[in-house]
């Protein structure tokens, strides 16, 4: 009986240690390392960021058969001085691809519409699909849940204390052989200026340059390490500007 209950008391202090793990990694500040997610491997800006373990129940997908593509999702964040959520940015990225045992295609679009701004393929039955949405700020909880009610509900799980107002991003880079990675950031203040936009683009009442600018870089960074064999995913520096206040538009009803 005693070496019954020696060996269930290890067990239940082993189990204490692997929880206290799992919520350091969950909820612990991160330095600038590596930090993984499905097959890629992300880098953030700077080291005063942590990280919120999504659950994540893979992508489904149909056609000439279904199945799921497993993958992860996690959530970075970074505070303010008093407590409140400056930025964040979620990356969900597949385990793996499915090899030679299937070939994607994937139809639609990314088009803008009158108050966002979207860059991206076209095309039906296409090996590949990325796009790159710029949205203007609107209410922090309207945000999220116009672009992913899941980070919304895991962010309020969390009792994370939310800005007034979140600009948003989201992009993502999906090929062939089903591997994706999706990348979905929030600010709650406007980009500094860091370069001049290109003639003949117009942009939706809302939406600053510089947003565009740095949703490109994101966009470029996630294809890169979706499209290369290290998966290495460096998110672009966030830079904000120290006072000043999103500037909200009247939210229509829905994306897409």
């Not at 294809?223 to 520096?237: D, I, M, R």
């Amino acid at each position: 009986m005693g070496h019954h209950m020696n060996a269930i008391n290890k067990s239940v202090a082993g189990i204490a240690a692997v929880l206290a793990l799992t919520l350091l990694v969950a909820h612990g500040a991160l330095a600038a390392e590596e930090v993984p997610v499905g097959r890629l491997d992300v880098t953030m800006p700077s080291n005063d960021w942590q990280v919120l373990v999504v659950p994540d129940e893979g992508l489904k997908f149909g056609g000439s058969f279904s199945g799921v593509v497993a993958s992860e999702t996690k959530l970075f964040y970074r505070l303010g001085a008093d407590g409140m959520v400056q930025a964040m940015v979620a990356v969900r990225a597949s385990n793996s691809s499915m090899g030679r045992a299937a070939y994607m295609t994937y139809t639609g679009s990314c088009v803008s519409q009158p108050w966002f701004y979207t860059e991206g393929s076209e095309g039906v039955r296409a090996t590949s699909r990325n796009c790159l949405f710029v949205l203007p700020a609107f209410p922090a909880e309207d945000a999220m849940q116009r672009v992913d009610a899941n980070l919304l509900a895991q962010a309020k799980a969390a009792n994370l204390k939310l800005p007034e107002h979140f600009y948003a991003f989201s992009t993502s880079q999906s090929i062939s052989t089903g591997a994706f990675g999706y990348a979905i950031a929030f600010v709650a203040r406007p980009l500094v200026e860091a370069g001049l936009l290109e003639k003949g683009v117009t942009l939706p009442e809302g939406v600053p340059a510089a947003h565009l600018l740095w949703g490109r870089s994101l966009y470029q960074a996630l294809k890169s390490a979706v499209y290369s064999l290290t998966g290495n995913l460096v998110v672009p520096l966030l830079n904000m500007m120290p006072a000043e206040p999103a500037k909200p538009v009247d939210p229509p009803r829905a994306i897409g």
